[in-house]
Each structure stands twice: as structure tokens, then as C-alpha cells.
């Protein structure tokens, strides 16, 4: 690849009466490992070009990698594309995981989507496998939790880490998810709560050790909805699936004695058998081979849903910005990693072709208005579709459905 200038800048020094150039590269910082921070590394990597990612995890396998994402064939996938990972993503994606099946509260299946043959519109990845996927070359420092990021330093913006060093950079990107630690020196912004709650388990080998299951869930998601309360399941690869219970309850719902509105009062989240209990009691009158779904999970975890204001935007401050759920944090509805990746792609490629300072500076503040513009809408439907998904009319999930699935 020609040798590109996209992230140089000349700096004068005199030295005995004389004037040298000296070429130096911006120091670009991207606060958080996830799809959006990798997507944007790698695009750039390809561009010639290398930005140093700062994740607080201690090592890629620190914690599990999460579920299974569906990359949209205009937005992930674009993304990917942009990276040059398109081939390598077609080969380790699952096509088939786009089935989609919705069945009554007693079992009764309403709506039983399967993809054609060589259908890649929505084909579903493990995060894990994508993580690895971009991390590639890419220069990742673990174990560096960011504390603050102060803009308009002398030398930068200006990196404060939670062990007590600190460095500067000319661009820092926060791409760190939900509660994250760049915003602040954008944004007095915080996630609020949506009152819905999710309950995530899982359940191992499913094709050998639960057969049944493994039939009802097919080779994508079963998704049931009932009256303020659903419970989805999607297959991920190697037999592994991941069980969602949902429901709308307050934030406090399972530590407070005094409510007594959700499905339990002073329950301990890390009590397995307890929480079971307290589903099974939530899920009540729903199909037996449903609730098999809850009764064989093996460990539950508490995930009440945040998000941030639907139009979430910041005044333009030099040397900062923000990527994916950091920006505009909304409902977990399919657009999430994707809006993330095509931001980080499309941020990297604006970078790459920005010839010095103050057209970095423009690039990037050009980039923030068309993701405003973008994300103002996919936050409106992904907060609405969240509202009929989770409501007291099980009939408005199945309507969403019908609209959003090819006929």
C-alpha cells in the first residue's frame, strides 16, 4: 500500500538557526475492545494507519464474550467488508440462525420464519468469533481501565487510567459501551432505565442433552410473548444457546422487600435454584416444554436494560468523540453492534483521509452529525419496537414481527 500521509502532521524545531520538519503520526486512542472500537482499529489498520485500543478486560477471554450477533448485509457486514473481513466472516457466519419462530403461551406456534437458500441479509456470528475476527493485528493494551479524559490540554486530551498513569493523545474515541468513561467530557448524558429487565441463562449441548429443546428452539431463535413478559432462546454455535426471560418489573425488583410488583422480593441473583423459582413463578400457566427452557438453564444472570435519550447528541469538542452504545445507547433490538461497526468503519475511513489537524478536526465533527442523523432514527424504532415487544397486548409482538420479517 502507498505510503499514506491521511495521519501526519508537520512539527517546525529550530536548531541552530535552521528549521527541520519532522513528520509525525496522530496518537489515536480507542477507549474499548467491543465491535465498535475494533471495527474502527482494523478499518484503519487497512487504511495504513494505527490506533492503540485501551480495554479494561485484562485479556480477550477474561469474561465471557457474550451472545450471538446478527450482522445486517448494509451495516455489520458492510462494515466488515470495509476491513477487508467480508470472506472471512461468510465462512464462519451461521445463515440459518436467521429462522425465526413465535409460539403461543400454550405451545401453538404462530409464525415460523426459515431464510432461503443463499440468504445472507441477516447471517448470525458469536461474539467471540467476531471479536477474534477483528482483533487480528491490531495493538491492544489489556488490563488499562480508563478513570477520566480531559480535552483541550496543552499537549492533547489528556488520559487519566485507573492505576494513576496518564498520557496524551490528539484523538480519543470512547467506544466503551454503556456506562462509559469518554462521555463525560462530551455528554452529561447517563443510560436510564427502561423497566424492562432481562434474565439471561444458557444451556449447553443442547442437540445431545436436550433434544426437545433443541427442536422447539430449530436452527435460529424461538421467541414467546406474553402479557408484559417474554421469554426468547437463540441458538449460538456448538450446541450452545442462550435463554432470555423479560419482563417488566421495577429496577429493584429482586432486592427491595418492600415491592412486591415483580416476580419475587429479596431474591439473591447468584441463588441459581431461587431465581429459577422465581421465574417459573413469573412464566406460571405457560407450556411446560416452554418453561423447559427455564428449568434447564445453568446459571442466571441480571440484565436490566438501560438506554440513553432517544436524540442523544453533544456540542463538538476537539479531540473526542464517541462510537456505538457510548453515543446513543438503545434498546437491544438487532441495530446495536451493527450501528457500531458502520460507525467505527466509516469514523476510520474519515480519519484515514483527513490530511492534517484541522481536517481531522472537520472529519470528525462531520462524521458525529451523519451519526446523530442515523441513530436518531434506529433509537426511535428500537424504543418503540421494545414498547410492543414487552407490553400488555402479547398480539402487538406478533404485528412487529409481520412487519419487520420478509413476507
Sequence with gaps: MPH???????????????????DMRHRIAVVGGGPAGLTFARVLHRHGHRATILERDPAPDARPPGGTLDLHEEMGQLALDKAGLLTHFQALSRPEGQAMRILDTDGTVLRDWQPRPGDRANPEIDR???????????????????????????DGVLIRFTDGRQETFDLVIGADGAWSRVRPALSSATPHYTGVTLVETSLDDVDTRHPDLARL???????????????????NSGG?????????????????????????????????????????????????????????????????????????????????????????????????????????AELA???????????????????????????????????????????????????????????
Design 349 to 407: 475511513e474519515a480519519v484515514a483521509a483527513a490530511p492534517g489537524p484541522e481536517e481531522l478536526d472537520e472529519a470528525v465533527r462531520a462524521f458525529e452529525e451523519r451519526m446523530w442523523t442515523r441513530a436518531d432514527r434506529w433509537a426511535k424504532f428500537t424504543t418503540a419496537g421494545l414498547e410492543r415487544l414487552v407490553s400488555p397486548d402479547p398480539a402487538e409482538a406478533l404485528a412487529l414481527f409481520d412487519e419487520v420479517q420478509p413476507s
Design 217 to 235: 428452539i430449530g436452527d435460529g431463535s424461538v421467541a414467546v410473548y406474553g402479557v408484559n413478559r417474554a421469554l426468547v432462546a437463540q441458538r
Design 128 to 154: 467471540g468469533q467476531l471479536r477474534d475476527l477483528l482483533l487480528g493485528p491490531l495493538d491492544v493494551q489489556w488490563g488499562r481501565g480508563v478513570a477520566q479524559v480531559v480535552p483541550k490540554t496543552e
Design 4 to 22: 499514506s500521509h491521511g495521519l501526519h502532521r508537520t512539527v517546525a524545531i529550530h536548531r541552530n538557526d535552521q528549521i527541520q520538519c519532522i
Design 240 to 344: 450452545h444457546v442462550k435463554v432470555y426471560a423479560q419482563f417488566r418489573a421495577p429496577l429493584d425488583w429482586h432486592t427491595n422487600p418492600q415491592r412486591r410488583t415483580g416476580p419475587d422480593a429479596g431474591l439473591d441473583p447468584a441463588d441459581v435454584e431461587a431465581v429459577r423459582s422465581s421465574l417459573l413463578t413469573l412464566f406460571d400457566g405457560w407450556a411446560s416444554p416452554v418453561l423447559d427452557l427455564l428449568r434447564h438453564g445453568t446459571a442466571f444472570f441480571h440484565r436490566p436494560l438501560h438506554v440513553l435519550p432517544v436524540s442523544h447528541t453533544w456540542t463538538h469538542v476537539p479531540g473526542v468523540t464517541l462510537l456505538g452504545d457510548a453515543a446513543h445507547l438503545m434498546p437491544p433490538l438487532g441495530a446495536g453492534a451493527n450501528l457500531a461497526m458502520l460507525e467505527g
